[in-house]
T-cell receptor
Framework: AAGVIQSPRHLIKEKRETATLKCYPI?????VYWYQQGPGQDPQFLIS???????DKGSIPDRFSAQQFSDYHSELNMSSLELGDSALYFC???????????FGSGTQLSVL | RKEVEQDPGPFNVPEGATVAFNCTYS??????FFWYRQDCRKEPKLLMS???SGNEDGRFTAQLNRASQYISLLIRDSKLSDSATYLC???????????????FGTGTLLAVQP
């Protein structure tokens, strides 16, 4: 069965650079979530989309933005990167508002 | 106080042991509950949903106590492959938006020893 696809798997950037992370949800899933997970931390909710419309925002910095496109894939754009942005970024999708999330393998972002 | 709290562990248990994790949540209006498993630097994977009547999946049993606002996960006959972090997730429902508000606990680390 198709899973949530994230790219790239690893990304190395320098401070003040920009990064774009991509997520392709499971087909026919109507909801996409983005999470940030620092070392030893639980996943922190950043932002969610329902049927391509932004729905909720969590602890997402103003330097970050996200959108969901007509083909349902989503992108997380991160600008003016800081050392503290180094983390695993997960995208998850769900269907029918069940609350059951299916996660992608994540993007490991390292800011040097 | 965090909305969802778990004992971070680590729980070090021998193979074959029975181990139980608890998770407490603060919002009595929470609607649904889940246990996820996360291996080191991997994505969380849904282990099981948690129902008021309790539910079992092989060696895993989950329970929900709404009155006391806690959920539990019991693992019987622990295997080495059960070693992972177990995340409790509480669904607060639609908190003003169109998507579920899902709150993760900090996770409980289980290490099964040979």
């Amino acid at each position: 069965a198709a899973g949530v696809i994230q790219s790239p798997r690893h990304l190395i950037k320098e401070k003040r650079e920009t990064a774009t992370l991509k997520c392709y949800p499971i087909p026919r899933h109507d909801t996409v979530y983005w999470y940030q997970q620092g070392p030893g931390q639980d996943p922190q909710f950043l932002i969610s989309f329902y049927e391509k419309m932004q729905s909720d925002k969590g602890s997402i910095p103003d330097r970050f933005s996200a959108q969901q496109f007509s083909d349902y894939h989503s992108e997380l754009n991160m600008s003016s990167l800081e050392l503290g942005d180094s983390a695993l970024y997960f995208c998850a999708s769900s269907s029918g508002r069940t609350g059951k999330l299916f996660f992608g393998s994540g993007t490991q972002l390292s800011v040097l | 106080r965090k909305e969802v709290e778990q004992d971070p562990g680590p729980f070090n248990v021998p193979e074959g042991a029975t181990v139980a994790f608890n998770c407490t949540y603060s919002n009595s209006a929470s609607q649904s509950f889940f246990w996820y498993r996360q291996d080191c630097r991997k994505e969380p994977k849904l282990l099981m949903s948690v129902y008021s009547s309790g539910n079992e999946d092989g060696r895993f049993t989950a329970q929900l106590n709404r009155a006391s606002q806690y959920i539990s996960l019991l693992i019987r006959d622990s295997k080495l492959s059960d070693s992972a972090t177990y995340l409790c997730v509480v669904n607060m429902g639609y908190d003003g938006g169109a998507t579920n508000k899902l709150i993760f606990g900090t996770g409980t680390l289980l290490a099964v020893q040979p």
